[in-house]
């Protein structure tokens, strides 16, 4: 099994800020996605890590792993209004790739 | 267009009656799996499917039933539901991407009430 901590589960800031979302894991793993969630939507995919020190950036997301400290980051770089919405982070062990461990989520309101 | 489809997308039942809530998709993946949503808990997996015959089962299986016939569907069976199953549910399918990895595709999710 594998507990995924995200925090913080709730984060209000001001347009034009940078902050970031931590997500922690319990135990091995390689591989660590992100995924977006609007209210009252389904989920979007935003980004697949898949080795120690990956790295990869979407417009004003960046998310980063760092499997040795089993700690990925999404890196939210002069927030805009339109990046509100519940950003969960999940990850698979390195036992079994098809199973999937969800975040609890971070709730983001970007407030003009 | 590359989607997936589930249905009903609402369902409010009573406890006991069976159900099932489909999921389709158009994008010939070999991953399909399923989850459920509750306020506070994020998503939790109930079965997965690696293709068509082999499923196993998530972390949380107790009370659902699973089959994969056939490449593009992956229905969700409750046999008897209850009350603690009310939850929004979400089927997702899953392109490799890259080694033994999956990037997810989810569906519209379905909102199930019983009653």
């Known amino acids: 099994e594998l507990k995924v901590e995200q925090n913080p589960l709730f984060l209000s800031m001001q347009e034009g800020k940078n902050y970031t979302i931590y997500c922690n894991y319990s135990t091995t793993s390689d591989r660590l996605y992100w995924y977006r969630q609007d209210p009252g939507k389904s989920l979007e995919s935003l980004f697949v890590l898949l080795s120690n020190g990956a790295v990869k950036q979407e417009g004003r997301l960046m998310a980063s792993l760092d499997t040795k400290a089993r700690l990925s980051t999404l890196h939210i770089t002069a927030a805009v209004h339109d990046l509100s919405a519940t950003y969960f982070c999940?990850?698979?062990?390195?036992?079994?790739?098809?199973?999937?461990?969800f975040g609890s989520g971070t709730k983001l309101n970007v407030k003009p | 267009e590359a989607q997936v489809t589930q249905n009903p997308r609402y369902l409010i039942t009573v406890t006991g009656k069976k159900l099932t809530v489909t999921c389709s998709q158009n994008m010939n993946h070999e991953y399909m799996s399923w989850y459920r949503q509750d306020p506070g808990l994020g998503l939790r997996q109930i079965y997965y499917?690696?293709?068509?015959?082999?499923?196993d089962k998530g972390d949380v299986p107790e009370g659902y039933k699973v089959s994969r016939k056939e490449k593009r569907n992956f229905p969700l069976i409750l046999e008897s539901p209850s009350p603690n199953q009310t939850s929004l549910y979400f089927c997702a399918t899953g392109r490799n991407s890259g080694g033994p990895s999956y990037e997810q595709y989810f569906g519209p999710g379905t909102r199930l009430t019983v009653t």
């Open positions: 499917s690696m293709n068509v015959e082999v499923t």
């Open positions: 999940a990850g698979t062990t390195v036992y079994n790739f098809n199973k999937f461990y």
